[in-house]
């Protein structure tokens, strides 16, 4: 861009980039005498080809909007990758739904039974779930990849910079066009980080819930051995500990968005050495959610339902006998919902369960409790004390039916496909970014090194 401007000429330029290009990479620069990075990497270019050029490299830059620039660039990769594992535990997710559309399995709230469900609608919810934080670190992700250089220290530069081309080597699909906002402004790093904080949220729901599900109390799942452990004392014990610790870890990336929250809250415009101390958290968070998510994505797979106890489902049909005593005999639901809950109160006096009740029982409780003496079909009862027809009478869009959860795997496959597909095109568009400015460099070092042969030519003559 410089040469094309016409600020440095070809043979400078070639100079300069040949010196970058052998800058070792791995060099510890914490036992360097130099301020920082970007005087490091000034000095070091500064020795190999002296002052009178390495001293120009720093030409319309300054170190605020070469810090703001390689956040970006570092965090737009980041963000490909944990896309890319949030989709991974998607497709982890849809997996195991395909072989469970007919297991049933109790749904709970307030940690307690309260209807039937399938195992694959109760991983669908969190498909979604983790869908809508791909949404939103795919639209963080825009905010991202726009390009801050050329803003200078904050008032830009009165060289003659072209700030498009550069956006467009280094792989942005645009400019962040106020200079002062360019430098000084972090938001679009807590912005990823809200973002990471909700799919904290969402990891730890699932976590949570295989947890309780595969303690003996629950019964429902049982984990894999090789993320489980033993008790040191107690030899029966199957303890969740990977889980525990991804829950764990989860605070971690909330904690993050909140203390950077806090060093953001008062600062002035411009830039300030406060936002320094942010960083490091941020890629600190990112590895948080990274490693869990990896995490996640061999256990999913593994995971197998348990034979789910009767006990566990007995009256978790209950709704649905209400919704058939209003549905087919006309009760009011009001009415019908106090019947049954009446009902349910004196099976469990007797220790029984649903499936136990006759039609002489349910019209002596209907009368006692509403002056409704019902007569239901024993069949209809039996039908409402089966949780599989329970289940497939759920057929409504978005419901646990088999019927329903087949048509939402289907489109749940297709969502996860152009996902994959958007990620596989914007790696190819930064891929074709860097060769092209690695093409350039090289042209520009062929373009050094005939200077020198030239050179040495006239000198021989």
């Known amino acids: ?31 360097a005498d130099s301020e920082d990075v970007h005087m490091y990497v000034e000095e070091i270019v500064t020795e190999s080809v002296g002052s009178e050029i390495g001293g120009d490299l720093h030409i319309g830059k300054s170190r605020n909007d070469q810090v703001a620039t390689a956040i970006r660039m570092k965090l737009r990769e980041d963000l490909v990758e944990l896309i890319f594992k949030l989709a991974e535990l998607q497709s982890s997710i849809l997996t195991v739904a395909e072989k469970h559309v007919g297991t049933v399995v109790p749904g709970y709230t307030h940690t307690q039974p309260a209807q039937p469900i399938t195992f694959a609608h109760y991983l669908l919810s969190f498909f ?26 904050l ?23 106020n200079s002062l906002d360019a430098v000084g402004s972090r938001d679009f790093l ?5 973002c990471l ?42 303890n969740p500990e990977v889980l525990e610790v991804i829950r764990a870890r989860m605070s971690h990336v909330a904690g993050g968005f909140l203390t950077t929250a806090m060093a953001m809250k008062s600062l002035p415009s411009g830039y300030n050495l406060d936002l320094q101390e942010i960083t490091p958290i941020l890629w600190e968070t990112i590895e948080c959610m990274s490693s869990s998510l990896s995490m996640l994505i061999a256990l999913v797979p593994l995971l197998k339902i348990s034979s789910v106890s ?25 009415s019908a919902h106090r019947i049954v809950g009446a009902l349910v109160q004196e099976l469990v006096r007797q220790k029984q369960s649903l499936s136990d009740t006759t ?55 297709q969502v996860l496909g152009i996902w994959k597909e958007t990620l596989s095109k914007e790696t190819d568009r930064q891929r074709k970014a860097s060769d092209e400015l690695q093409s350039l460099a090289e042209q520009y070092s062929t373009l050094s090194h005939g200077c020198s042969q030239g050179l040495r030519r006239r000198k021989s003559t």
Request: charged letters at 25%; hydrophobic letters at 40%.
């Open 359 to 413: 039609s002489e029982l349910l019209e002596s409780v209907s009368t006692h409790v509403s002056g409704i003496p019902l007569k239901v079909s024993a069949e209809d009862i039996r039908s409402c004390a089966d949780p599989v027809q329970v289940v497939e009478a759920h057929k409504v869009k978005g419901g646990p039916s088999p019927e329903e959860v087949k048509r939402t795997l289907e489109a749940r496959a």
């Open 128 to 153: 979604d779930a983790f869908n809508r934080d791909i949404e939103r670190l795919t639209e963080s992700y825009e905010r991202v990849n726009v390009s801050p250089m050329g803003a200078g220290a």
């Open 155 to 177: 008032a830009a530069t009165s060289f003659p910079i072209d700030r498009e081309r550069m956006a467009e080597l280094l792989g942005f699909k645009g400019v962040m066009e």
């Open 310 to 334: 009767s006990n566990l489902l007995d009256f978790t049909t209950s709704t649905e006998l209400a919704n058939v005593l209003t549905r087919k005999y006309k009760v009011p639901f009001r």
């Open 1 to 31: 861009m410089m040469v094309d401007c016409k600020i440095v000429d070809q043979n400078k330029a070639a100079k300069l980039l040949n010196a970058l290009n052998r800058i070792d990479m791995n060099a510890d620069i914490t036992k």
């Open 197 to 238: 904080t909700l799919a904290a949220l969402n990891v730890t729901r699932l976590t949570e819930d295989l947890i309780l599900w595969s303690s003996l109390a629950f019964g429902v799942i049982d984990l894999p051995d090789e993320f489980s452990s033993t008790s040191s004392m107690m030899p029966q014990k199957k």
């Open 190 to 194: 807590l912005e990823v980080q809200s």
